[in-house]
């Protein structure tokens, strides 16, 4: 069984965001995200769902996730890990009929690039979602955080999502994935960046950041 917190849904249809949802392998967030979106979808906004070339469940998998109906507004494509510009592409081709935009396997994705092409794709998201009034949710991964003399990741906690520094400035909601030993698993919201009313100078600042 998958359980999504109300809260959370109601805060995704509430304005347009970026979100992360993150987990440790295995604990079924592709499932999570099958049904994260159709819970989005309304009779005049649609979800889209992007699978990894590596990770793309079939048709008759998703079928027996999601309620027939809400099926037809749910999209499934399909990325290519090495193409740069598909998934900006795609989001910006479907966003002014697609409320709603799920991209499973990010972190394989940005995995090993660097913090300058993270930080640019990531405001290129950023740019869409204000364009679009659009929500845009990226699936990563859980990792245990090592510390050594080299690294030490300013936090408390003792894991993190891949690039939490290159993606935090840009991420407005966090959602955790979790699974329990009957295997149920749980979505839930674990964190929100507090909405501040910025300056113009704040403003100008965010753009050229």
Same mark, same amino acid.
């Given at each position: 069984m998958?359980?999504?917190?109300?809260?959370l849904?109601?805060?995704l249809?509430?304005?347009p965001?970026?979100?992360?949802?993150?987990?440790?392998p295995?604990?079924?967030?592709?499932?999570?995200?099958?049904?994260?979106?159709?819970?989005? *979808?309304?009779?005049?906004?649609?979800?889209?769902?992007?699978f990894?070339?590596f990770?793309?469940?079939n048709?008759?998998?998703?079928?027996?996730? *999601?309620?027939?109906?809400?099926?037809?507004q749910?999209?499934?494509?399909?990325?290519?890990?090495?193409?740069?510009?598909f998934?900006?592409? &795609?989001i910006?081709?479907?966003?002014p009929?697609?409320?709603?935009f799920?991209?499973?396997?990010?972190?394989?994705? *940005?995995?090993?690039?660097?913090?300058?092409f &993270?930080?640019e794709?990531?405001?290129?998201l950023?740019?869409?979602k204000t364009?679009?009034?659009?929500?845009i949710?990226?699936?990563n991964?859980?990792r245990n955080?090592?510390k050594?003399?080299n690294y030490?990741?300013?936090?408390?906690?003792d &894991?993190?999502?891949l690039?939490?520094?290159?993606?935090?400035p840009? *991420?407005?909601?966090r959602?955790?994935v979790?699974?329990?030993?009957?295997?149920?698993?749980?979505?839930?919201?674990?964190?929100?960046?507090a909405?501040?009313k910025?300056?113009?100078?704040?403003?100008?600042?965010?753009?050229i950041?």
């Amino acid at each position: 069984m998958i359980k999504i917190d109300t809260n959370l849904i109601k805060k995704l249809k509430k304005n347009p965001c970026i979100a992360e949802i993150s987990s440790f392998p295995d604990a079924g967030t592709t499932s999570a995200c099958i049904i994260l979106g159709s819970e989005l *979808v309304e009779e005049d906004k649609a979800a889209a769902i992007l699978f990894s070339e590596f990770n793309k469940p079939n048709t008759e998998y998703i079928k027996k996730l *999601v309620d027939e109906n809400k099926a037809r507004q749910l999209l499934t494509i399909q990325y290519k890990a090495d193409n740069t510009f598909f998934i900006p592409e &795609i989001i910006e081709h479907l966003a002014p009929y697609t409320q709603y935009f799920i991209i499973d396997d990010f972190y394989s994705f *940005v995995l090993y690039k660097n913090y300058t092409f &993270i930080r640019e794709f990531m405001k290129r998201l950023r740019s869409l979602k204000t364009k679009y009034n659009i929500v845009i949710c990226l699936v990563n991964q859980v990792r245990n955080v090592i510390k050594s003399k080299n690294y030490n990741f300013n936090t408390e906690s003792d &894991i993190k999502s891949l690039y939490f520094e290159h993606l935090e400035p840009f *991420v407005d909601l966090r959602i955790g994935v979790s699974k329990d030993q009957h295997n149920d698993i749980y979505v839930n919201l674990i964190g929100e960046k507090a909405e501040e009313k910025a300056s113009s100078l704040a403003q100008l600042l965010s753009r050229i950041n």
